[in-house]
């Protein structure tokens, strides 16, 4: 199994900043994932992490909105950039291991508030 | 359009009864079903189902896959107050590169 360090677990932010979520993993990893969950909603997929290259993201999200970096196999951001109130959410990095038919392991979650 | 169903939303149960949380699927390229227990932000793992018909089980959970069907189910017996969570499944596609959640199943277990 991976073990996921996420940080920060929560901020309280004014409207029009920007923060930059780490995400740190014990091993190497194939995947790395943004996911955004809104209150009492699910998990919905913000973007692939690529090693080295632009990430991959999903219909409504933008580069510019959260941008993304994986400079190696370990370690990605997401920045939550000119926020505003709806950006409110969970945000959660999640990586799939090396292994055949592996889970999806998650960070703890950093829990965002803009005010 | 790839999608996952689960259902109910939310459940209300006693402890001691037993549950079965619903997860219908239609993802292309499907290679597994996995479910997960959240109880506060990051979700646990519970599962992961790959072949059809095929109970796995740990404790007072378990769970199968009908591939055939496209849905899987998760029953928790004797429940307790520690299951009162919300559950997820999610559909992961054949190379791994993409994970579908449903919108989750919210169990609340009273004393």
């Known amino acids: 199994s991976a073990v996921i360090s996420q940080k920060p677990s929560r901020d309280i932010c004014q409207r029009g900043t920007s923060l930059t979520i780490q995400c740190q993993v014990d091993?190497?990893?194939?995947?790395m994932f943004w996911y955004r969950q809104q209150p009492g909603q699910s998990l919905t997929l913000i973007a692939t992490a690529n090693q080295g290259s632009e990430a991959t993201y999903e219909s409504g999200f933008v580069i510019d909105k959260f941008p993304i970096s994986r400079p190696n196999l370990t370690f990605s951001t997401l920045t939550v950039s000119n926020m505003s109130p709806e950006d409110s959410s969970i945000y959660l990095c999640s990586v799939v291991g090396a292994g055949v038919d592996t889970e999806a392991f998650f960070g703890q979650g950093t829990r965002l508030t803009v005010v | 359009e790839d999608k996952v169903v689960q259902s109910p939303l939310s459940l209300v149960v006693h402890e001691g009864d037993t549950v079965t949380l619903n997860c219908s699927y239609e993802v292309t390229n499907f290679r597994s079903l996995l479910w997960y227990k959240q109880e506060k932000k990051a979700p646990t793992f519970l599962f992961m189902l790959?072949?059809?018909?095929i109970e796995k089980k740990s404790g007072r959970l378990s769970s199968i896959l009908d591939k055939k069907e496209l849905f899987s189910i998760l029953n928790i017996t004797a429940t307790q107050t520690g299951d009162s969570a919300i559950y997820l499944c999610?559909?992961?596609?054949?190379?791994?590169?993409?994970?579908?959640f449903g919108s989750g199943t919210k169990l609340n277990v009273k004393p």
């Open positions: 790959t072949s059809s018909g």
């Open positions: 091993s190497q990893v194939t995947m």
């Open positions: 999610a559909a992961v596609f054949y190379n791994f590169n993409k994970f579908y």
